[in-house]
């Protein structure tokens, strides 16, 4: 696949179906999230991944109640779908049934950077094998709570940048248009 052609053709997919996903694909998506650009060779990621519908059905009920328990309404920028994630129906996983975490260590201030350029490779790479993908802001902070980090092994001091859900789209996504973006040439 020509690189202009997934760029053009991800899109954020949230309906999936049952086939898993196999530990070589995975492994060969966070392949490719490692030849991300990353600050002075620090390659500050970690990643970790769970699979199984029901285990992240259990998380999504998880990160949901965490998340309205710790986001006030007063400043919470996404009190508009509080009722969304209150709702039991509702898994902010999409029924996905691999979830790939990036974390990262602490390093340089970019780090955080870093582990988004790994996380659009790994996306970028995913479309190439006909696979979805879908970042989860609203599992963010739950991932990164310190009992759940202990859950999944992950040591106290890495951080969660992105939850990312991967599988096999039921359907292609829409193709959607962007604005103009806007340009200043300097000179």
Known sequence: MEIMDAIRGRRAVRDYTDKKVSKAAIIELIDAAVMAPTA???????????????????YSDRAKAHFLKTFSPGRDPHSVRRDLLADPKFNIFYNAGTLV???????????????????????L????????????????????????????RVPGDLTAILPIIVGYPTKAPPKISRHKPEITFCS
């Open 101 to 123: 975490v990036i974390y990262c260590r602490p390093s340089l201030q970019w780090a955080p950077i870093d582990c988004a350029l790994a996380a659009e490779n790994l996306m």
């Open 40 to 58: 002075l060779d620090e390659e500050p990621w970690a990643f970790v991944m769970v699979q199984g519908r029901q285990k992240l059905q259990d």
């Open 125 to 152: 790479a995913a479309y190439a094998m006909g696979l979805g993908t879908c970042p989860i802001g609203f599992a963010q902070s739950w991932l990164d709570d310190a009992e759940v980090k202990r859950e999944l």
